[in-house]
């Protein structure tokens, strides 16, 4: 019975595991019609374009609107990357980078790239450094589709009513009886070794 249980759990992991790492790969994913990445890969922690924004931040008042626009930002500097200012593994990283599809000559210049909840990607064009203005500029012509994207909620799902469960009237117009529940199964019968 043992060895039973531990081929299978060995065959589900085999199985199972490259399905779900593939879906943990893209760190974008989790922001997925909750925020808007704000993507930037820079050759080095010393581009004017990371530290400008960095320095930006400090402001209060440019954090707020950062947090009113629901924006996220994500930095590779180098190898390293960061989401808002905690750091990712690097597997993480390495999917933000092939996301983009970049290339070794690609790494020379920075890269700022706005995604939207709905998971489009704006490439904001700049020279030297981005103020935040033309960020939040950015995000405010986004299409109102996108802007109307809301993550659903727990309280959401849990009003909806299930897909089946829904009375269908009957051939008169009036409502049909209740299914009745279905049979259990009988037990299982046990295993022999």
């Given at each position: 019975?043992?060895?039973?249980?531990?081929?299978?759990?060995?065959?589900?992991?085999?199985?199972?595991?490259?399905?779900?790492?593939?879906?943990?790969?893209?760190?974008?994913?989790?922001?997925?019609?909750?925020?808007?990445?704000?993507?930037?890969?820079?050759?080095?922690?010393?581009?004017?374009?990371?530290?400008?924004?960095n320095e930006a931040l400090k402001d209060p008042a440019t954090k707020a609107a950062f947090e009113e626009r629901k924006l996220v930002i994500y930095s590779v500097a180098g190898m390293i990357g960061k989401r808002d200012d905690k750091f990712l593994d690097q597997q993480a990283t390495m999917a933000l980078i092939r996301q983009f599809k970049l290339s070794a000559k690609d790494t020379v210049?920075?890269?700022?790239?706005?995604?939207?909840?709905?998971?489009?990607?704006?490439?904001?064009?700049?020279?030297?450094?981005?103020?935040?203005?033309?960020?939040?500029?950015?995000?405010?012509?986004?299409?109102?589709?996108?802007?109307?994207?809301?993550?659903?909620?727990?309280?959401?799902?849990?009003?909806?009513?299930?897909?089946?469960?829904?009375?269908?009237?009957?051939?008169?117009?009036?409502?049909?009886?209740?299914?009745?529940?279905?049979?259990?199964?009988?037990?299982?019968?046990?295993?022999?070794?």
């Amino acid at each position: 019975m043992l060895v039973r249980s531990l081929t299978l759990a060995a065959l589900l992991a085999v199985v199972a595991g490259p399905a779900l790492a593939a879906d943990s790969d893209d760190p974008l994913a989790l922001d997925l019609n909750k925020a808007r990445p704000l993507v930037i890969i820079a050759p080095s922690t010393a581009d004017p374009t990371l530290r400008g924004l960095n320095e930006a931040l400090k402001d209060p008042a440019t954090k707020a609107a950062f947090e009113e626009r629901k924006l996220v930002i994500y930095s590779v500097a180098g190898m390293i990357g960061k989401r808002d200012d905690k750091f990712l593994d690097q597997q993480a990283t390495m999917a933000l980078i092939r996301q983009f599809k970049l290339s070794a000559k690609d790494t020379v210049a920075t890269l700022v790239v706005l995604v939207g909840k709905d998971g489009e990607q704006h490439r904001l064009e700049h020279t030297g450094t981005l103020e935040p203005k033309a960020i939040f500029e950015a995000v405010d012509q986004l299409p109102a589709a996108e802007k109307a994207i809301v993550a659903p909620t727990v309280a959401d799902l849990k009003s909806e009513p299930a897909k089946g469960n829904e009375a269908k009237p009957g051939k008169d117009g009036k409502p049909a009886k209740p299914a009745k529940p279905a049979k259990p199964l009988p037990p299982p019968k046990p295993l022999e070794d």
